[in-house]
């Protein structure tokens, strides 16, 4: 009897993937600015058949939008989508919060002090990049830890978007240091197993971002 072939993970769709979703990400291309399909071939060394492959699936994440004979560009998100996406993530990350507070062992809540170090650190150093990893791996701490699998996987089907408008309020100056001592309250809520002042503090500093991202957003 004939037997299927075994399915290679496609590699090189995943890191060409990878790399423009990082370009995005860091800055390098803003939301508006075109992607254009023979310079990043280029840059990449990848055929056009694997860029566009790649940039359906940043398309499906809302992360790229396909403009008929135009081609893609970074996506814009405007401030009433904004506003729906923030208010989504009060909701979700006060109660992985609320949950992880509740059930979390010793271990991940030192795990997750320990990444609110790092975030300190990325911060400090300024470093959009590093400060964007180090939240990112703060709430793969939470959300993996908070015992439910539904809010987690909703939460980081919007991680993409949320990480542009992360992009405008983390670095904000006026936002950096309440961002820190938030996180910082958050943990001790954590260490205190307190569950309703890590929700309260959680969806507190989401409104907080949202404020700082509208305001950019605006401006």
Do not use: W
């Amino acid at each position: 009897m004939a037997k299927i072939g075994l399915v290679q993970p496609d590699t090189l769709r995943q890191r060409v993937e990878e790399a423009v979703r990082n370009a995005i990400m860091s800055g390098l291309y803003r939301p508006g600015d075109r992607l254009v399909e023979r310079e990043l071939c280029e840059d990449l060394g990848v055929s056009r058949a694997s860029l566009r492959e790649a940039m359906r699936r940043l398309e499906a994440e809302k992360l790229v939008e396909i403009i008929p004979h135009k081609g893609p560009m970074v996506a814009v998100i405007t401030a009433e989508e904004a506003r729906q996406i923030y208010a989504l993530r009060a909701v979700l990350e006060g109660y992985a919060a609320h949950e992880f507070a509740k059930i979390a062992t010793e271990d991940a809540i030192t795990q997750f002090a320990a990444a609110a170090d790092e975030l300190k650190e990325a911060a400090l150093k300024n470093s959009r990049e590093d400060v964007l990893q180090a939240k990112s791996k703060l709430y793969d701490i939470m959300l993996g830890n908070c015992g439910n699998a539904l809010a987690q996987d909703v939460l980081k089907g919007l991680y993409s978007r949320i990480n542009l408008l992360r992009a405008t309020s983390l670095l904000d100056p006026s936002r950096l240091p309440k961002s820190l001592a938030e996180i910082a309250e958050l943990t001790q809520a954590f260490r205190d197993k307190d569950a309703d002042r890590a929700q309260e503090v959680a969806s507190m500093h989401v409104r907080n971002a949202c404020e700082v991202a509208l305001r950019n957003l605006d401006g």
